[in-house]
């Protein structure tokens, strides 16, 4: 079976036409044009879709279903993106427009559960029961797959880890909350603390890298790896916090494992082995085996193969309520 996958994302969407195992077949990035309406931005997502499927010499009609990954709130059982903010979309009936054109089963969830169910069934989570992914970038989004089940929450807004509370009436977060664990644990914020060092220690290397051009999160891993003390503190307090939500979700899911994905993953064990110990020895049944958390394998192309695993999943759960009803 193949399935036509979307990314959709704020500054483009990533299309794909992917089989059931995963295997990408053909593919296309193309900008998002946000200010364009989402009827515009859904017929361009069509009319490239024509020419992705004859470019592999294809038919419309070897393709079984369509997945979406939207970045916001995407509820798959009425088909509406419910609140899109980085495009601009409120309540867009999605899976209405694309019926018109393509009359098959159209799933849709939120991008970083998409990610999750790409880890679980062929990433860095492959073969385990319960596993969570967690993406670190500008926010911190997350996603859980149950029983090998994605969870999806019972309107879509499963997952939304970000905006768990880790510091009651800590720093405010864009959602209107305070204390959320994305405005402790993203790389912005691993950004703004360390900007923040290095404006008070002008000797240190971080100012030295901050001189040129505003700090990555790169440059702050790479000052704290060379040992620089002030990189090293923002390093510390930063996994710490990570490390307080990582206890959190494990002594709630008890995961086998936990992927941590986005650019800061680069970091690979120097930021992994943080996360790691402290979580486990926080956790209340620590004499369980320690959950491994270790980094996620698909970068770009996790939205595209995590939809086509959501299209592969829904269509197998919808023929077994088929044969239980016959
Ligand atoms: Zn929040």
Known sequence: MYFLCYDVGGIDIKMGIVSENGEIIGKKIFPTDATRT?????????????????????????????????????????????????????????????????????????????????????????GARNSITITLGTGLGGGFVIDDKVYEGSFGGGGEIGHMTIVPNGKPCNCGNKGCFEVYGSVSALIKSATNAATIHTDSMLAACMKDAPLTGKDIIDCAKAGDATALDVFRLYTYYLSVGITSLINIFDPDIIAIGGGLANAGDFLLSQISIEPNKRRVFNMLPPVKIVRAMHSNDAGIIGAAMLCAQKLHDNSNKLSQCN
């Open 38 to 126: 989402p009827i515009e931005i859904i017929s361009d997502m069509l009319h490239r879709a024509r020419l992705l499927i004859n470019e592999v010499n294809m038919q419309k009609s070897d393709i079984s279903a369509i997945g979406i990954g939207l970045p916001g709130l995407a509820d798959n059982n009425s088909g509406t993106a419910i609140f899109c903010p980085n495009i601009f979309w409120h309540d867009v009936p999605i899976r209405d427009y694309i019926k018109m054109e393509y009359d098959m089963p159209i799933f849709m969830l939120n991008d970083a559960t998409i990610a999750a169910i790409a880890e679980h069934k062929t990433g860095a989570c492959k």
